[in-house]
């Protein structure tokens, strides 16, 4: 594998100015900073280190990269604990290596998205630190969520409530107050109906979009506003209340109040900034994140909670386009980000074993890799085959995708951390129940061989496995049948052919067979089943696995062009 010595260095100067729509039908590639690529060998992987990879970035064929939060942060979650919103963590860079690195990315027609986490700060955010030094009553206080406490001496919590990374979702500070966090202790909540705290985060859109970001990600947009009005409900009366935009604590109706400011925001600058909801809601209160009047996309979950299974697929594609239409939004596709298994082995778990506990299958949790302990029954050969045609489905499909670093190169989770290893407050907070979310964060192998599988010079943060090296951007580079090349050929041919049309099913005759067809003679044909289906003689443009005797195998997914 080569490094290209300096992007900056290239002359080809992409003009991103002015397209308003670029968002709609884009290829969006996840980066989490601190474990893409370390280019001071601290074992951290940095904003320089993205810069280094500008070429392969370009080489990849995405419109943009989505940055999970690089900012100030005591990495309580993974940097979703965030200190400051305007600057870079010293250990990740500066602003200026920011500036260069998004200069680098817009060089190449590489959009830029970046995190906003709203609802909470980190308990180091200045704010945070003023709030524990003042008074109760106090106006610093005001910015967060705190109370008196229950019993003669205010020892009890407020509520009995839970916290969403499991244990007690109130701690007590020196003085007898609690204040509320919905995820990791060190991620007090802010009180939306604080104008101080909407005016500081409009100040944050603003700073970043004045450097020349493109858009942002809203992580868990369902929360900010909440109505905790007292008495306080009990954890079992809570859990009766419906969601239906009046709920205490979760999608409320009003915060789209603040999301409606936020879009003034967003459409002062040419082209407007972008916007997509991190919202696990309701099917049908999903578009109320997505309207144009508000963030404009939201991310649609459906297909991390479905099975490899072709009626799952497309009742989720056709209930989805559906929902896109009625907001005049685009879709989103999501089947892999940093807090779920990765889909390669997702897929390769027996299907019986997905769901002990009867749930359809995982979303934040992976229950089923903690108890089956570190050798879980996975068919890894299977998973990454129903990965690689899951992903051909989806980037044929109109919409965005959003795809996780690491998954262009196949990887799957890797289970084999050790507790002393692990990083994850899920894993911390929840003994015995949620192994946590560190085995799709692990550091990315660029290299077959040496320090860190070439992340960096000085280590690894999270502990790489030996076969790393043999799913290492160099290996698949020089493999024609790896998933990075795959990757590669299917994100330049969606260039191509991708459009905003809508797809038309093509009716297969055999239940575990999808097809669709999208304008310019391109058709998509997916075999969920066992059984191999004949293509009829279609001309295949590419395909997950490979094709013998005009048929298409179980597990793969083929793009072929109708003869007219
Ligand atoms: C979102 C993030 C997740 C984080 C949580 C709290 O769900 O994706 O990683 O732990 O919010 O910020």
Redesign the pocket.
């Known amino acids: 594998m080569t490094i290209e010595p300096s992007v900056e260095t290239d002359d080809r100067d992409v003009h991103l100015a002015g397209d308003a729509t670029w968002w709609r039908q884009a290829a969006v590639y996840q980066i989490y900073p601190r474990s893409f690529a370390d280019a001071d060998g601290d074992g951290i992987g940095d904003i320089a280190g993205i810069t280094d990879r500008v070429p392969y970035l370009r080489d990849l064929g995405i419109d943009a990269v989505w940055l ?1 939060p690089f900012y100030p942060s005591e990495l309580a ?2 940097g ?2 965030v200190a400051d919103y305007r600057d870079v963590d010293p250990r990740l860079g500066t602003l200026a290596d920011f500036d260069r690195m998004l200069r680098a990315l817009h060089r190449v027609g590489i959009r830029v998205i970046v995190d906003i ?1 709203p ?2 700060s980190s308990d180091r955010h200045e704010w945070f630190q003023a709030a524990l030094a003042a008074d109760p009553g106090s106006p610093e206080r005001a910015r967060y969520i705190f109370r008196d406490g229950r019993g003669p001496d205010g020892a009890e919590p407020p509520t009995d409530w839970e916290s ?2 499991g244990g007690p979702a109130w701690e007590r500070v020196a003085d007898g107050q609690w204040y509320f966090h ?3 202790v060190e ?1 007090p909540d802010f009180d939306w109906s604080n104008r101080e705290v909407r005016e500081d985060f409009l100040t944050t859109l603003r700073f970043w979009s004045d450097r020349g970001v493109d858009g942002f990600r809203i ?2 947009a369902h929360m900010l506003t909440k109505d905790l009005t007292e008495p306080l409900p009990m954890r079992a009366e809570l859990a009766e209340i419906p969601i239906d935009g009046r709920h205490p604590i979760t999608d409320r109706d009003d915060v789209h109040e603040v999301y409606a400011e936020w879009r003034q925001v967003f459409d002062s600058y040419d082209p407007p900034r972008t916007a997509v909801a ?1 919202a ?1 809601v309701a099917r049908d209160r999903r578009q109320r994140y997505a309207s144009a009047e508000g963030l404009g996309q939201a991310f649609n979950f459906d297909l991390l909670e479905a099975d490899f299974d072709a009626a799952q697929f497309r009742a989720i594609v056709a209930d989805n386009i559906d929902l896109a239409e009625s907001s005049g939004s685009s879709t989103t596709w999501v089947l892999s ?3 779920v298994v990765r889909h390669a082995t997702r897929y390769g778990l027996p299907d019986p074993d997905r769901a002990p506990d009867g749930r359809p299958t995982l979303k ?1 949790g992976n229950e089923w890799l903690l108890s089956k302990g570190k050798s879980p029954r996975l068919d890894r050969e299977q998973g990454l085959r129903r990965a690689r045609a899951a992903t051909l489905f989806v980037l044929g499909l109109p919409g965005s995708a959003y795809l996780y670093q690491g998954e262009e190169l196949g990887l799957h989770e890797v289970v084999e951390i050790d507790g002393r290893d692990r990083q994850d ?2 894993y911390f907070r929840s003994p015995g129940v949620d192994i946590g ?1 560190d085995g799709c964060r692990v550091p990315l192998p660029w290299t077959r061989e040496g320090e860190s599988f070439g992340f960096g010079a000085g280590g690894a943060h999270l502990p790489q496995p030996a076969w790393f090296g043999a799913a290492s951007v160099e290996a698949e580079e020089e493999d024609p049948h790896s998933t990075l090349v795959l990757y590669r050929a299917a994100l330049a041919l969606r260039h191509e052919l991708q459009s905003a049309e809508h797809l038309e099913w093509i009716e297969t005759g055999d239940d575990d067979v999808l097809s669709f067809s999208r304008p310019g003679g391109w058709e998509i044909v997916t075999n969920f089943g066992d059984q191999s289906y004949d293509l009829r003689g279609a001309e295949v443009l590419i395909a997950s696995a490979e094709i013998v005797g005009g048929s298409l195998p179980p597990a793969a997914t083929a793009w072929i062009a109708r003869m007219e």
């Open positions: 999970s979650d993974g979703y604990d986490v609802n909470h969403a990374f919905n995820f990791a991620q992580d868990v991190e696990w980000n940093h807090d934040h407050p899920t979310r």
